[in-house]
């Protein structure tokens, strides 16, 4: 009977607590800890992430800077890419131009592989002749015109100031180091000096010198 009388009440009372503790678990201070966890470490990994900040973790190093990510020893030197030996200054660039030849046997694959990224990244500035009239020149949106690889000029320009040009970058154009591995950038220079200019031929090989190497990195591996 009692019950009876009371059961909304009851009911609407027990739905309040519910919902009231229920509601009270969204609540709690330090939002950077989680609040109860069934089998954390499932979905928790306690292995670093990376790029995320740690402070408070214990490892020192971690610790000093808060960040995961760590800078590559010295030496570290990125696949694919091996240190350029020279400076970017006008001696780097005379040295370059002595020293550098074109270290790949040019055959077919090669300037065919030349091509196709010539048409990538050259061919808006110097032209798909190779005269210096690419799209961005001929429409007026680039303001200096590259000289054409059949001039004078560029006739009798080393292999190696080719190469420290693509590295460095010279006047208007910019640096192509980062999006052109070292390998590729001498196929597009082989590509340029057979089929534009003709002074190389399919077969040849051009290196007598050997890219000098860089300094040793200073520190040691640790031997295990
Ligand atoms: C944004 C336009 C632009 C692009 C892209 C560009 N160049 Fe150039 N390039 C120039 C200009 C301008 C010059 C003349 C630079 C100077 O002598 O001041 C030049 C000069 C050169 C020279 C002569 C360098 C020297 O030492 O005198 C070579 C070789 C060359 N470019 C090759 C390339 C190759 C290969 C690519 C593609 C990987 C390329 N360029 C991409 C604009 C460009």
Request: aromatic content about 12%; charged content about 20%.
């Amino acid at each position: 009977m009692l019950f009876k009388k009371y059961k909304t009440t009851a009911i609407g009372l027990t739905a309040c607590i519910c919902f009231l503790l229920v509601y009270s678990s969204c609540f709690y201070d330090d939002k950077s800890k989680p609040n109860l966890e069934y089998m954390p470490d499932m979905y928790r990994s306690p292995s670093y992430e990376t790029y995320s900040s740690y402070q408070n973790y214990s490892n020192d190093s971690v610790k000093q800077t808060g960040i995961t990510a760590r800078t590559p020893v010295e030496g570290t030197v990125p696949r694919g890419f091996l240190p350029y030996p020279y400076s970017n200054t006008n001696d780097g660039y005379e040295m370059a131009g002595q020293n550098l030849k074109n270290p790949i046997i040019i055959t077919q694959e090669v300037v065919d592989q030349g091509k196709l990224m010539y048409t990538k990244f050259c061919v808006h500035c110097h032209g798909d002749k190779g005269d210096g009239n690419g799209m961005i020149v001929a429409n007026g949106k680039f303001p200096a015109q590259p000289p054409s690889y059949m001039g004078d000029v560029l006739m009798a320009l080393p292999v190696g100031k080719m190469f420290h040009t693509l590295e460095f970058g010279k006047g208007m154009m910019g640096s192509h180091a980062s999006q052109i591995s070292q390998q590729d950038r001498w196929k597009i220079i082989s590509y340029i000096t057979t089929v534009f200019q003709g002074r190389t031929k399919i077969g040849e090989q051009q290196m007598a010198v050997e890219m000098p190497k860089a300094e040793e990195p200073k520190t040691e591996t640790k031997k295990k």
